[in-house]
T-cell receptor, first 114, second 110 residues
Framework: NAGVTQTPKFRVLKTGQSMTLLCAQD?????MYWYRQDPGMGLRLIHY???????AKGEVPDGYNVSRLKKQNFLLGLESAAPSQTSVYFC?????????????FGPGTRLTVL | DAKTTQPTSMDCAEGRAANLPCNHS???????VYWYRQIHSQGPQYIIH???NNETNEMASLIITEDRKSSTLILPHATLRDTAVYYC???????????FGTGTRLQVTL
């Protein structure tokens, strides 16, 4: 049981390049989330999904796209990277039950856009 | 989701109890109070959550005031490994979109 894993762990892009971050969870959770965290700041929600085939915008969705084709995977895409997207990206998943409504986070992906 | 207010930073001596306060005066009746922590640059880690009653688990205790406008996270015997940023979050939406503020930076010292 690996929990939540993220690929890659580090990445450096040039402005205008594209990339996809992969999040995978093996806990059969319905909900999955993508956050970004800038230095000295809290986490901000980019996009989330409440089930396979569904996605929704969070607090800061511009410049990102997501897909949830399989329940266990949640992909975050950057179509044309900008220096403002330099950040640490965290993925999380959870199972919605009132008594155990907790999010489990991955280790993060550190992205630098030059 | 309720807006929460936490002190920016706190210090605690190792072995002593760390009491981290949180104000959530706008919390609604069905919103839970959640606590997470983030050690260095790792992903946030769930600690505990509660609705009305005080809660305790192997990591911490959560004391919620009767009017539910504030709560306190208690780490009974803080260690150096508890040095982290602690986030208090009010959460009750159907998709439970956790809203992280800047949290409290707890420094545990010898």
């Amino acid at each position: 049981n690996a929990g939540v894993t993220q690929t890659p762990k580090f990445r450096v892009l040039k402005t205008g390049q594209s990339m996809t971050l992969l999040c995978a969870q093996d806990m059969n959770h319905e909900y999955m989330y993508w956050y970004r965290q800038d230095p000295g700041m809290g986490l901000r929600l980019i996009h989330y999904s409440v089930g396979e085939g569904t996605t929704a915008k969070g607090e800061v969705p511009d410049g990102y796209n997501v897909s949830r084709l399989k329940k266990q995977n949640f992909l975050l895409g950057l179509e044309s990277a900008a220096p403002s997207q330099t950040s640490v990206y965290f993925c999380a998943s959870r199972s919605y039950q009132a008594s155990t409504d907790t999010q489990y986070f991955g280790p993060g992906t550190r992205l630098t856009v030059l | 989701d309720a807006k929460t207010t936490q002190p920016t930073s706190m210090d605690c001596a190792e072995g002593r109890a760390a009491n981290l306060p949180c104000n959530h005066s706008t919390i609604s009746g069905n919103e839970y109070v959640y606590w997470y922590r983030q050690i260095h640059s790792q992903g946030p880690q769930y600690i505990i959550h509660g609705l009305k009653n005080n809660e305790t688990n192997e990591m911490a205790s959560l004391i919620i005031t009767e009017d539910r406008k504030s709560s306190t996270l208690i780490l009974p015997h803080a260690t150096l490994r508890d040095t982290a940023v602690y986030y208090c979050i009010g959460n009750g939406g159907t998709a439970s979109k956790l809203t992280f503020g800047t949290g409290t930076r707890l420094q545990v010292t010898l």
